[in-house]
């Protein structure tokens, strides 16, 4: 039988914004929130402060994030939102000079892509599976909502692996929004926070920003359930459409701008961009 709350998976629910967020679901209510992480320490205390599960998961393992949302879905019969979350800074210094010679240098440290990227595609994948599957019974919304940066839309030289797989995680969310709605009523969207200060990065290197345009942890949430509910404004106050699908919302500071692709360079640009539609590739 299926639940009668709504069931939700946060991947990185064990700090952060992930934290942040699954606190406002047990807070508000009606919601069976799951905590995927990592870190059992930080995962474990969290779940037993708001009465979450823990499931400690390296979201970078297929079968192991596949069992943990079979679980989910298999105790409850339902799966209503997925907040794909779980991020990694910068790892190691891409410029660095390793060595000289003809040996090739170390190979670059490319985890940020297995997190940001390829996780995110998994949980995406695994979340349309189940999703698909939860009641149409008018209790729960069907979403997904992806966690990308600012560092999608912006370069980021100083963290190129980072800004590379944020533009990847952008992408995708637009990439997937359309057809998923489309065939099964699930929404996409995605967050683009500007500086969090969260533990993604040391006390010493967040010292380096400029502390008037962080962004309070209050204000992702606040964007994070805008596009859970389906409703929102622009950051100018002007209406809005109700059912908010395939939006990359950046926030900076205490505002949040809902950001559309870069247009089309021309006509024949458009024309070729949305001639193969995924019934037709896939056919």
């Known amino acids: 039988m299926a639940s009668q709350k709504k069931v939700s998976i946060i991947t990185g629910g064990g700090s952060g914004m992930g934290y942040a967020v699954a606190a406002e679901l047990a807070q508000r209510g009606g919601w069976v929130v799951n905590l995927l992480?990592?870190?059992a320490e930080a995962g474990g205390e969290a779940a037993k402060r708001f009465g979450a599960t823990f499931h400690k998961i390296d979201v970078t393992d297929y079968p192991s994030l596949?069992?943990?949302?079979?679980?989910?879905?298999?105790a409850h019969k339902r799966l209503d939102f997925v907040f794909a979350n779980a991020g990694i800074a910068?790892?190691?210094?891409?410029?660095?000079?390793n060595n000289t010679g003809e040996e090739p240098p170390p190979a670059p440290n490319t985890l940020p892509i297995?997190?940001?990227?390829?996780s995110?595609?998994?949980t995406s994948y695994l979340a349309q599976h189940y999703l698909r599957q939860t009641p149409d019974d008018g209790l729960g919304p069907r979403s997904i909502v992806i966690t990308a940066s600012c560092g999608g839309f912006y370069s980021c030289p100083a963290a190129c692996i980072y800004g590379a797989s944020k533009f990847a995680a952008l992408g995708w969310a637009r990439n997937i929004a359309g057809p998923m709605y489309k065939r099964d009523g699930i929404r996409v969207n995605a967050i683009c926070p500007g500086t969090v200060r969260t533990n993604l990065l040391s006390d010493d290197l967040w010292e380096k920003f400029p502390k008037e345009y962080f962004v309070p942890i209050e204000k992702v949430v606040e964007v994070v359930m805008?596009?859970?509910?389906g409703?929102?404004?622009q950051a100018d106050g002007a209406d809005f459409q109700k059912a908010l699908v395939g939006q990359t919302v950046e926030i900076l500071g205490t505002s949040h701008?809902?950001?559309?692709q870069v247009e089309y360079c021309d006509e024949a640009m458009a024309a070729v961009m949305s001639a193969p539609g995924v019934d037709d590739l896939w056919a």
């Open 66 to 74: 596949g069992v943990a949302f079979k679980n989910v879905y298999k």
């Open 37 to 39: 992480d990592l870190n």
């Open 257 to 260: 701008y809902f950001r559309t």
């Open 120 to 122: 995110v595609i998994n």
């Open 114 to 118: 297995e997190i940001n990227v390829t």
């Open 90 to 97: 910068e790892r190691g210094d891409f410029y660095a000079t």
């Open 231 to 233: 409703d929102g404004k």
């Open 226 to 229: 805008m596009l859970l509910d």
